[in-house]
T-cell receptor, first 113, second 114 residues
């Protein structure tokens, strides 16, 4: 099966940098995703890592270490609109759940002035 | 190019009634996934379908819940004889093909059981 852990809540200041961590234990691994979800809205795709290392996309970066079962999402130059829930999700391998994504409970980020 | 369309956006049912949730995937997408989200909880996988086939239903409750994705028309998640515990947001997602593709989510259906 899959087990995914991420902090429940985080608070950061506008303009700052915040790192949201995610650890996972899976029976198979075929990629890690980060999604953003505003209250009452659909989750929207942010990033995808399947190989070790850092993927950068504008203000958002995501890192993966498969040997450690660890990922983080880095948000730079925080804006008020970044206040949302950030969901870490793992896709299982061929014997670990196929193509479906298993989600963590999400990290609720609050950006303050 | 419309995204994943779910309807209704909000659905209110009394205990014992049936709930039907619809999902039209993005154009060109043949894979559909249903997830359930309870307040303060993460998205829980329910079922993965391709046209006319259920690929993985390991997250579906054994009773009262069923899903289909017919050759023509939207995917349907059906909940029979709803109970208060079924109250949740139900999200549908689609992808163009199998492994290697990110999921695109609809805006969800908020089901409230009175």
């Amino acid at each position: 099966g899959q087990n995914i852990d991420q902090p429940t809540e985080m608070t950061a200041t506008e303009g700052a940098i915040v790192q949201i961590n995610c650890t996972y234990q899976t029976s198979g691994f075929n990629g890690l995703f980060w999604y953003q979800q505003h209250a009452g809205e659909a989750p929207t795709f942010l990033s995808y890592n399947v190989l070790d290392g850092l993927e950068e996309k504008g203000r958002f970066s995501s890192f993966l270490s498969r040997s450690k079962g660890y990922s983080y999402l880095l948000l730079k130059e925080l804006q008020m609109k970044d206040s949302a829930s950030y969901l870490c999700a793992v896709r299982g391998g061929l014997t670990g759940g196929g193509n479906k994504l298993t989600f963590g409970t999400g990290t609720q980020l609050k950006v303050e002035l | 190019n419309a995204g994943v369309m779910q309807n209704p956006r909000h659905l209110v049912r009394r205990r014992g009634q049936e709930a039907r949730l619809r999902c039209s995937p993005m154009k060109g997408h043949s894979h559909v996934y249903w997830y359930r989200q309870l307040p303060e909880e993460g998205l829980k996988f329910m079922v993965y379908l391709q046209k006319e086939n259920i690929i993985d239903e390991s997250g579906m409750p054994k009773e009262r819940f069923s899903a289909e994705f017919p050759k023509e028309g939207p995917s349907i998640l059906r909940i029979q004889q709803v109970v208060r515990g079924d109250s949740a947001a139900y999200f549908c997602a689609s992808s163009p093909q199998g492994a290697g593709e990110k999921l695109f989510f609809g805006s969800g259906t908020q089901l409230s059981v009175l």
